[in-house]
């Protein structure tokens, strides 16, 4: 079981930058790929950036490519969204998930573990 707890969000302008941080309870965070989704008010929940358990590799949706980073630091059991350059429309709840898949996946039936969210609104 992993229990996972993000934090980082806030309000932002555009063009600003802010840093996603979801730390996970319990053991073997480094044996999970990890996942950060999105959800829009009315909107479905949508795959943002994923990372292998290794860190070495990594998946980006192609609407943050460029401008959003994910990583992680198995030693401290966290993964971060480093976010720049934002957009009003990256305004969203934002939720870290953890994976007992390989590789880096993008769907959300792929990921078994999920936090609680945390709030991000970008002002135009």
């Known amino acids: 079981q992993v229990q996972l707890v993000e934090s980082g969000g806030g309000l932002v302008q555009a063009g600003g930058s802010l840093r996603l941080s979801c730390t996970a309870s319990g053991r073997a965070f480094s044996s999970y790929p990890m996942g950060w989704f999105r959800q829009a008010p009315g909107k479905e929940r949508e795959f943002v950036a994923a990372?292998?358990?290794?860190?070495?590799?990594?998946n980006y949706a192609d609407s943050v490519k460029g401008r959003f980073t994910i990583s992680r630091d198995n030693a401290k059991n966290t993964v971060y969204l480093q976010m720049n350059s934002l957009k009003p429309e990256d305004t969203a709840v934002y939720y870290c998930?953890?994976?007992?898949?390989?590789?880096?996946?993008?769907?959300?039936?792929?990921?078994?573990?999920w936090g609680q969210g945390t709030q991000v609104t970008v002002s135009s």
């Open positions: 998930a953890a994976s007992k898949s390989n590789g880096v996946p993008v769907t959300t039936g792929s990921y078994d573990y």
């Open positions: 990372i292998t358990r290794s860190g070495r590799s990594t």
